[in-house]
């Protein structure tokens, strides 16, 4: 059986996460804006930071699994 855990985690997490897309933290006009569709440079790195460390506790920490069949 396939672990399905880790490539589902990151899916959501990355389409929830992207900058601009739902909210980008900081912004390019205040510190938070929601469906702005801009970036920034801060904004992906804190985006990225966060993806990383909300995939790492979900996956390694908890040890969450998904099992398909």
Known sequence: ???WAPV???VVLF???SPGLLFSFPGNNKQL???SM???GKAI???TLLF???YAVLIIAVHL???AG
Do not use: R
Request: net charge negative; no cysteine.
């Open 38 to 40: 801009k970036t920034n």
């Open 45 to 47: 790195a804190i985006h």
């Open 52 to 54: 990383f460390s909300i």
């Open 15 to 17: 389409v929830l996460l």
């Open 33 to 35: 804006e929601f469906g």
């Open 1 to 3: 059986m396939a672990d």
């Open 8 to 10: 589902v985690i990151g």
């Open 65 to 67: 699994h998904i099992y």
